[in-house]
């Protein structure tokens, strides 16, 4: 979960104290090589293929990936927006609601293969969210889920088309995935 989402979300609210550097910014890069390398040759090219970051930590990946994408498939473009699904989430009055924390869906998404991207993939119920969001964007031909991190714990039956890398946690742990790594930590009351 983002910084500043962790400091507003009642009734978690606190400060993240990381405990150990699970991935490093490389180890980051790395997997984001190999989820691009793997959407490209799961899709059998790029065509109709549509990036969408989950609004806050899955957006910095899916551009991540959009950017790789152009520079090994000779200047592809790959379209890639960004999806908030605050309002589509079943915990909305628990979890705070972002200003900053846009939509932004470049085309129609009728016909399109969508790859979701988020940072963690824990319960499953932001991409239930997301999945509902999508609908009002159009009807996709198929919708596919990249995440940097599963950690486990489903509450859902979601499972990634594409995982940087598995990481088993306890339920009270926490997750922060950036461009530059993943640590894994506690959040501490303030």
Do not use: C, W
């Not at 150990?20 to 691009?36: F, K, N, P, T, W």
Request: zero cysteines; hydrophobic letters at 45%; glycine letters at 10%.
């Amino acid at each position: 979960m983002a910084e500043r989402e962790r400091k507003l979300t009642p009734p978690r609210g606190g400060d993240f104290v990381p405990r150990v550097q699970v991935l490093s910014a490389a180890d980051v890069q790395r997997a984001l090589v190999r989820i691009a390398h793997e959407v490209v040759e799961r899709n059998r090219g790029l065509d109709d293929v549509v990036l969408i970051g989950l609004q806050t930590g899955g957006v910095p990946l899916a551009y991540r990936i959009g950017q790789i994408l152009a520079e090994v498939h000779h200047g592809a473009h790959v379209p890639v927006g960004t999806l908030d699904v605050a309002f589509y989430r079943d915990d909305i009055g628990i979890r705070p609601v972002l200003a900053e924390a846009a939509t932004d869906v470049p085309r129609d998404l009728a016909g399109a293969t969508v790859v979701l991207v988020d940072d963690v993939l824990f319960t499953g119920r932001t991409i239930r969210a997301a999945l509902n969001a999508l609908a009002d964007y159009g009807r996709a031909r198929a919708v596919q889920l990249a995440v940097m991190v599963d950690r486990g714990h489903r509450e859902l039956p979601i499972r990634p088309d594409y995982v940087g890398k598995n990481l088993p946690t306890r339920l009270d742990e926490q997750v922060d995935v950036g461009l530059d790594g993943v640590v894994l930590g506690d959040v501490v009351p303030r």
